[in-house]
């Protein structure tokens, strides 16, 4: 049977109330830590503007620096800073991958900056255009098809490495996770052209075999002899070979 409280001694009772404090104190440490080790995947993506907008200049005379882009004091903002013009005009696509990447990001309306959203059109050649594998690494990508059939994917990380792909027709819809690699191959016979949707003002690219075998200076072939289990001649022809840069 337990005691009641008021026959317990008053050094046991003062023992019980500093052990409640003390796992109250270290529930809290380790709910603080877990919040902490949190925070940068909350933040991983563009911060959220403190302004209505952050046109971009190139020249930090009488600017603020923001996330990569000087601001122009915005009461000097005008439409043009806002605006794009051309994307329903064709590209050339007779290139070695057969497809050619029309960005529309901060570099080409400077009133992106800051706000976490762009665009890009993609054309692909008949019978095979390809836009290569390649990543985003600050963008979650948006891709709709609106002229041609288009075989699209993408692959998880490791360990799984799963690819996951599907053919899309005109008005068809494909998400991108941010960072994964993917890829978009002209399935059909006629034209293809599609418009992605990023979720940064510059979601960059990497282009894998570019960036593999076309690197400045040139990744040392025995590594990627190992690294790919190549044999060192065939490596050393990939680096030789121009890569085209459809971005």
């Known amino acids: 049977m337990k005691r009641p409280d008021f026959l317990i001694p008053y050094e046991a009772i003062e023992f019980r109330k500093i052990t409640f404090v003390t796992m109250k104190s270290a529930h809290f440490i380790q709910a603080l830590s877990i919040l902490a080790l949190a925070s940068p995947f909350a933040y ?3 911060p959220s503007p403190l302004q209505d907008f952050c046109v971009a200049i190139n020249d930090p005379k009488d600017g603020v620096f923001v996330n990569g ?5 915005p009461k000097l903002a005008k439409a043009d800073d806002f605006y794009y013009s051309g994307l329903n005009v064709p590209r ?6 057969g497809s050619t990447v029309t960005p529309v990001n901060v570099a080409q309306i400077p009133g992106l900056n800051t706000l976490g959203i ?3 059109r993609i054309d692909f050649a008949p019978n095979g255009g ?5 990543t985003h690494p600050r963008a979650t990508e948006i891709l709709l098809v609106v002229e041609g059939t288009l075989y699209v994917g993408f692959v998880t990380s490791n360990i799984d490495n799963r690819l996951i792909t599907k053919v899309l027709y005109p008005g068809d819809v494909f998400v991108f996770p941010q960072g994964l690699v993917h890829f978009q191959f002209n399935v059909g016979n006629t034209n293809a052209v599609a418009f ?3 979720s940064s003002q510059n979601p960059g690219v990497i282009t894998i075999a570019n960036a593999v075998f076309g690197s400045n200076p040139p990744i040392n ?3 990627l002899v190992k690294a790919f289990q190549l044999d060192k001649n065939v490596v050393k022809n990939l680096q030789s070979n121009f890569w085209w840069p459809n971005n």
């Open 44 to 46: 991983a993506s563009d």
């Open 69 to 73: 882009k000087f601001c122009r004091d």
């Open 92 to 97: 050339n696509t007779s290139n070695p991958v």
């Open 118 to 120: 762009s665009l890009a």
């Open 130 to 134: 390809l836009n290569p594998p390649h």
């Open 196 to 198: 992605a949707g990023l």
């Open 221 to 223: 072939p025995d590594l």
